[in-house]
């Protein structure tokens, strides 16, 4: 496909759990963001990374949260010991350029996570 | 300083009529303002833009209203269609925020048929 995608598109967790979300980025593109959006309410930016280089990671809510790019293509967003607070759809971005990368952005679905 | 308002929480136009969502800032630092459509199950997608530079943009029914002075933004939709029924948010970034883009909580409008 062109776009963005993400699995799994749903996921519960049990609390304690840890669980990793995957983002695929539409191809070539060297910038990658993560968000977080809870339920209605705007995406809340967690992370950005440059190829495989994590420039930005002030938004990450707790050390529980760790992302990685390691070849600079596909990343993974890992919450350990999930807690309710964690529910939330987690959305991931990319984009082609890396000067103003956020103003090219392109969303993937989400994926939808339940902690229990 | 880094937060962004928007108003109303939810917007019910009927269709032909004019939906008009607005968005007030803090950060003087901001220069680009993004307003972005995200439907039920979907990422958001950028709909329209501007940069402080100018007052006004306008892209098919979209049209964005920009007040420097009062740190206030606005899109208005012309001729509202069904379709349009979505959630928008107005959006907010500037290069010392570095890559953050900050959004509004967004605003659920629904199109009467």
């Known amino acids: 496909g062109a776009g963005v995608s993400q699995s799994p598109r749903y996921k519960v967790a049990k609390r304690g759990q840890d669980v990793a979300l995957r983002c695929d980025p539409i191809s070539g593109h060297v910038s990658l963001f993560w968000y977080q959006q809870a339920l209605g309410q705007g995406p809340e930016f967690l992370t950005y990374f440059q190829n495989e280089a994590q420039l930005d990671k002030s938004g990450l809510p707790s050390d529980r949260f760790f992302a990685e790019r390691p070849e600079g293509s596909v990343s993974t967003l890992k919450i350990q010991r999930t807690q309710q607070e964690d529910s939330a759809v987690y959305l991931c971005?990319?984009?082609?350029?890396?000067?103003?990368?956020?103003?090219?952005?392109?969303f993937g679905p989400g994926t939808r996570l339940l902690v229990l | 300083q880094q937060q962004v308002k928007q108003s109303p929480q939810s917007l019910i136009v009927q269709k032909g009529g004019i939906s008009i969502i607005n968005c007030a800032y803090e950060n003087t630092a901001f220069d680009y303002f993004p307003w972005y459509q995200q439907f039920p199950g979907k990422g958001p997608a950028l709909l329209i833009a501007?940069?402080?530079?100018?007052s006004e943009k306008k892209e098919g029914r979209f049209t964005i209203s920009f007040n420097k002075s009062a740190k206030q933004f606005s899109l208005h939709i012309m001729d509202s269609q069904p379709g349009d029924s979505a959630t928008y948010f107005c959006a907010a970034s500037g290069m010392t925020g570095g890559f953050k883009t900050i959004f509004g909580a967004g605003t659920r409008l629904f199109v009467k048929a």
């Open positions: 501007i940069r402080p530079d100018v």
């Open positions: 971005a990319s984009s082609l350029v890396v000067d103003r990368p956020q103003e090219t952005q392109y």
